[in-house]
T-cell receptor, first 113, second 112 residues
Framework: EAQVTQNPRYLITVTGKKLTVTCSQN?????MSWYRQDPGLGLRQIYY???????DKGDVPEGYKVSRKEKRNFPLILESPSPNQTSLYFC????????????FGPGTRLTVL | SQELEQSPQSLIVQEGKNLTINCTSS?????LYWYKQKYGEGLIFLMM?????EEKSHEKITAKLDEKKQQSSLHITASQPSHAGIYLC????????????FGSGTQLTVLP
């Protein structure tokens, strides 16, 4: 089954404790992206990647890191999480090109205390 | 202000009623996407429009992209409780698939 998976689905942590949210897709997509969703703000893009070893900042990259060592994986790293990073996070992937559907993962709900 | 404005922000309708959700941009919309989201869950792709004047339908949901490609509407005919959720529009405002911008969503409640 074609899908985007994320782990963990739920995470409660404390300020400053490094964490990684994994994202994996099995569709051989070149493009992958991370979003955060907050009430009233919709989805905002954090980082995206056009291919292996190619990453770029989205609209809200501060406090986040990503890597793309393999085509299928695109982990999101929070080196020192803060409470304002409490949010619902989505990973997405698609083929390169303007008119290709983005497939979304199920989301990771992160709470930083 | 948001680059993609959705209206209304929330909508409560009686089952069986028709409804329309709008997505408006001050820039040209490239590859306009409509997604549905159940609260706190992932996004389900509904349809994508790319050409001005284009209209697509799936079951009781119809989406249109106006000729100037700056506004899209999503119309649901004879709404059902299963239509309830958050509807999000997304678009590549910069003419590139690298960065998609999303509206803040429309929360739809359908009363049985």
């Amino acid at each position: 089954e074609a899908q985007v998976t994320q782990n963990p689905r739920y995470l409660i942590t404390v300020t400053g404790k490094k964490l990684t949210v994994t994202c994996s897709q099995n569709m051989n997509h070149e493009y992958m992206s991370w979003y955060r969703q907050d009430p009233g703000l919709g989805l905002r893009q954090i980082y995206y990647s056009m291919n292996v070893e190619v990453t770029d900042k989205g609209d809200v990259p501060e406090g986040y890191k990503v890597s793309r060592k393999e085509k299928r994986n695109f982990p999101l790293i929070l080196e020192s999480p803060s409470p304002n990073q409490t949010s619902l996070y989505f990973c997405a992937s698609s083929l390169i090109g303007l008119y290709n559907e983005q497939f979304f993962g199920p989301g990771t709900r992160l709470t930083v205390l | 202000s948001q680059e993609l404005e959705q209206s209304p922000q929330s909508l409560i309708v009686q089952e069986g009623k028709n409804l329309t959700i709008n997505c408006t941009s001050s820039k040209t919309l490239y590859g306009l996407y409509w997604y549905k989201q159940k609260y706190g869950e992932g996004l389900i792709f509904l349809m994508m429009l790319q050409k001005g004047g284009e209209e697509k339908s799936h079951e009781k949901i119809t989406a249109k992209l106006d000729e100037k490609k700056q506004q899209s509407s999503l119309h649901i005919t004879a709404s059902q409780p299963s239509h309830a959720g958050i509807y999000l529009c997304g678009a590549a405002l910069r003419g590139s698939a690298r960065q998609l911008t999303f509206g803040s969503g429309t929360q739809l409640t359908v009363l049985p």
